[in-house]
């Protein structure tokens, strides 16, 4: 088990190990799931929004929609 400490601003390391296997850079987005009293960091890349694809019902044209938008939004 990795371990970390939380600073006074709220702020924790993700430990190297971790960070290489989930391939996190600087810039990485991160989501915090609860579950029960437990919390789950999960990398918000490009296969977590791929695996939503469907869930909403619309074939996937909303999440390309939201990737189109993205792509334009770093380019700016």
Known sequence: METSSLT???????????????????????????????????PLDKGYYKSLIGIGGTKGKALKSLYDDKKKEREL
């Open 8 to 42: 006074i601003k709220g702020q924790i390391v993700v430990p190297s190990r971790i960070r290489k296997k989930l391939g996190l850079k600087k810039g990485s987005k991160v989501g915090f799931i609860e579950s029960g009293d437990k919390v789950i960091l999960q």
